[in-house]
């Protein structure tokens, strides 16, 4: 049976008293749920990550990061390794959201490197991809997917991939209130599920827990995730609340 995962990218926002506020009250809304098979996850921004961990404690939330650089120390200002990140007690990163690759570059190539680093370091990520809106209007969305996935993890060894959480995440969703609709959202995973069978193994493909992100709120969270190949969701805006974050984690 795959891992079901609900993940909240936290994005640029809550300060610290905010962050521990909010795991606060998500560590009681879900403390009765019983989440068998499910991992829970947040990711609050680089300064909060450390006394996030620490509110986490003994909970069923997981905190994890939303970038690091490929490096493992070095002249490069303003980031944060991999290295660093373990040391207090963060293993997972989400790597390659269309906001880091649309506002700071971020291209298939140098993700690559990153999750490089991620299986050098033993640590895991949680991959993003997906299409512009003008792909999917030219029907070049399975062409662009396959891509990003070919440029980016298909280097990797089969034995890799139990340290990648996929998150196809259409960028006309994201932010917009747009939802790919169930049926895309499934078309999608399964179509990302049979390119991963045919370069690895059925293995390989049946494991891979792959997560759908754009727009999923409490009203069609159900939906979304009653589908055979969508394993959870990535949350942007719903997971800034606790109560939408919660219903959202029960629907799974
Ligand atoms: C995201 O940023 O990963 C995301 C899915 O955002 P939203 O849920 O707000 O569309």
Redesign the pocket.
């Known amino acids: 049976m795959r891992t079901k995962i609900v993940a909240g ?1 936290w ?1 640029m926002n809550n300060d610290k008293e905010q962050t521990k506020k909010l795991i606060k009250s998500l560590k009681k809304s879900i403390k009765k749920m019983p989440l068998k098979n499910t991992r829970v996850i947040v990711s609050p921004t680089f300064v909060n990550l450390s006394s996030a961990v620490k509110k986490a404690e003994n909970s069923k939330i997981e905190v994890v990061a939303q970038n690091m650089h490929q490096a493992t120390n070095g002249a490069f200002t303003g980031e944060v390794s991999g290295d660093m990140l373990k040391a207090i007690g963060v293993k997972t990163v989400i790597l390659g ?1 269309s ?1 880091r690759r649309t506002y700071f570059g971020e291209t298939d190539k140098n993700l690559a490197e990153k999750v490089n680093t991620v299986i050098d370091k033993e640590m895991e990520t949680i991959f ?1 991809f997906g299409e512009l809106l003008e792909d999917r209007k030219s029907d070049n969305h399975f062409a662009v997917v396959e891509s990003q996935l070919n440029n980016a993890l298909f280097h990797l060894e089969a034995k890799d991939w139990k340290n990648i959480i996929l998150a196809y ?1 259409p960028v006309w ?4 209130g747009e939802t790919a609709s169930p049926e895309q959202a499934q078309e999608m995973h399964a179509f990302i599920r049979s390119i991963i069978e045919k370069k690895y193994d059925a293995k390989v493909a049946e494991k891979v827990s792959i997560l759908y ?4 709120k409490p009203t069609n969270a159900e939906e979304i995730f009653s589908k055979p190949d969508v394993d959870g969701g ?5 997971a800034l609340h606790v109560d939408d974050f919660t219903a959202i984690i029960a629907a799974i």
């Not at 992100?213 to 999923?216: A, I, L, M, R, T």
């Not at 990535?234 to 719903?238: D, P």
């Open positions: 990218n994005k959201h906001e993003c995440e969703a994201i932010g917009t992100g754009g727009s999923v990535l949350i942007g805006g719903a």
